[in-house]
């Protein structure tokens, strides 16, 4: 396999200009993140189908190839403009983390998107398959995954890591073209069509602080510990994405559940934290902490949302959630599609708990038809389950 690294504009602009001629381009990047909140791109690969009059030799040079963020003075701009470009499709596989690296470098996501992980599971390739497993499935072939984990910001990047960077956008070329057409066959390209809608919705790359407390784990808080976590959540979230870290540098969850129970209200009382790290017992950093603490503090504060969602459910509710998970594995299976892209367990609990959530993904679109209306109909006791040889069937009450 060729390893052609592109690590200059020009190369780039060239690269980008003869992509754009083809109907779709694979996509797929490496990058860094564990010491900063925001992703460090260290590579991308783009892949294309061999065009019309196309030599092998030509397409085998030309048909993948690497760009290298990272060198001396590239522009990536040629590269945002064809993620841009409408006529040409973007093929990803898992595509949420790198459509995250591309909002935030160039304000915009790729679009069109097709998404082969979300094709798989329409598929009934089972929950978030991974690209190994559809390279083995579809492609009939294996991958060397031994530089999956390798630093990708070190430079010069070895053969054998070009080589498996390359591999995520050569073989995505006949997985696209395969799960497509098994998709367009099974007549649910409407539904793939409303996951790419979420996935191209710039507000799902977008964290927004006051909603960060829904990280934490809380079992059935008070509302004073509840309002004090929420806080400490948002005032997190902006350190660290201020100071370009990771979440856990600024403060520990452990570390803010203790807080939001305790409550301190000086410098003294702080300090008898057991969890809290020596940065943020004294300066700027002790200062916010209690900042937020006396926010939580005040009486009717009109920013924070409610706390029904960690309200913890009756045995009625819990015995309603079993019977609708039971309920959507029957659905999934006959649709032959994976259950956790119907509904999620916390979504489960929401339909079991609230009335009709209208935010509800379950209660939207083709989950709706294939799940969402028996499980209304089961809530309000019009149908039941009944489980035989033949597996789990509806029945009409």
Sequence with gaps: MNHVVVTSTDELTAICRAYASAPYVTVDTEFMRERTYWPILCLVQLGRPKMDGESDEDWNRDGAVIVDPMADGISLDPLFELMADKNVLKVFHAARQDVEIFHNLAGAVPV??????????????????????????????SLDKSSRFTDWSRRPLSDKQLHYALGDVTHLRQIYET???????????HWVAEEMDILTNPATYI??????????????????????????AAWREEEAQRRNVPRNRVIKDDAIMELAASRPKDLETLNKSRLLTRDNRSGESAKSILDALAKAGKAGCPDLPSPKDNLRPTAVQTALSELMRTLLRAKAAEADVAPRLIASTAEIDR???????????????????????????????????????????????
Excluded: H
């Design 112 to 141: 069109p998107l097709y998404d082969t992980q979300v094709a798989a599971m329409v598929c009934g390739f089972g929950d978030q398959v991974g690209y190994e497993t559809l390279v083995r499935k579809v492609v009939n072939a």
């Design 179 to 189: 799960l497509s057409e098994r998709v367009a066959k099974a007549d649910r390209c």
């Design 207 to 232: 964290t927004e602080p006051s909603e960060a407390w829904r990280r934490l784990k809380m079992r059935n808080p008070t509302a004073k510990l509840f309002s004090s976590a929420q806080v400490l």
């Design 351 to 397: 339909l079991a708990v609230e009335d009709e959530p209208a935010d509800l993904p379950a209660l939207q679109g083709w989950r709706r038809e294939v799940f969402g209306n028996d499980a209304l109909r089961l809530k309000n006791g019009d149908i039941a389950l009944s489980a035989g040889p033949q597996g789990v069937k509806v029945v009409d009450l």
